[in-house]
């Protein structure tokens, strides 16, 4: 299923985009499919590396080069919202020619907002002054998440085996996923980050 900057398109915003992004269906079976494509894509890592024999996997986000372009497949552990539910809101709108399942609003605005890079943020101004206030999917089913869930600066620095200061570098670039509530890197004090712990695990086995 589209998201990303297709995704912004179809809900009124203007911007350009180089790549295509997506969300996976999770089910083995879906994924046999994924992987038969990448062979007979001879699809590569955007670096031109080849994709690892466990590269592929329903629990992993996927970033591919192909000869059709750059295909980045998140998984719903990078989205924070099950594929099903998605795959429920979403609306069938042609893409070049073939129909194809847009996120909802509501489900972009949710992503965008779970996310926090800079980016997402101006995406989300630009979709506020095209549609007013914005809808957010997680209000209504997001299952709230308890202190187990999340990790402290310290907590992630521990798991690098690094300083917090390398931490800090990784947030300040958006090379690391971390929870930000509010605009700008700069109102945040270390002591204030947080860090979803699936999205870290998620993080650690793409590296």
Not at 16 to 31: L, Q
Not at 36 to 44: E, F, H, I, M
Not at 115 to 138: K, M
Request: charged residues 35%; proline residues 6%.
């Amino acid at each position: 299923m589209l998201i990303g900057g297709i995704a912004l398109i179809r809900h009124g915003v203007v911007r350009a985009t180089r790549d295509i992004d997506a969300v996976f269906d999770p089910d083995p079976d879906n994924v046999d499919r994924i992987r038969s494509l990448v062979d007979r894509w001879d699809a590569t890592r955007p670096d031109g590396s080849p994709i690892p024999e466990d590269g592929v996997a329903g629990d992993r986000t996927i970033h591919l080069s192909t000869p059709h372009g750059e295909l980045d497949l998140l998984s719903e552990a990078a989205t924070g919202l099950a594929f099903s539910d998605l795959l429920t809101r979403s609306e069938a709108r042609r893409v070049d020619g073939v129909e194809a399942p847009i996120c909802s609003l509501a489900d972009l605005v949710a992503m965008k907002r779970s996310l926090g890079r800079e980016r997402d943020l101006v995406d989300l101004a630009d979709l506020e002054s095209a549609h007013g206030e914005l809808p957010d999917s997680r209000n209504s089913h997001e299952v709230e998440r308890g202190p187990e869930d999340w990790l402290t600066l310290d907590q992630v620095a521990d798991l690098l085996e690094a300083p917090s200061s390398f931490v800090l570098n990784l947030v300040s670039r958006d090379a690391i996923p971390f929870d930000r509530p509010t605009k700008g890197i700069k109102r945040f004090k270390a002591d204030e980050l947080r860090f979803r712990r699936d999205d870290i695990d998620e993080w650690l086995r793409s590296q």
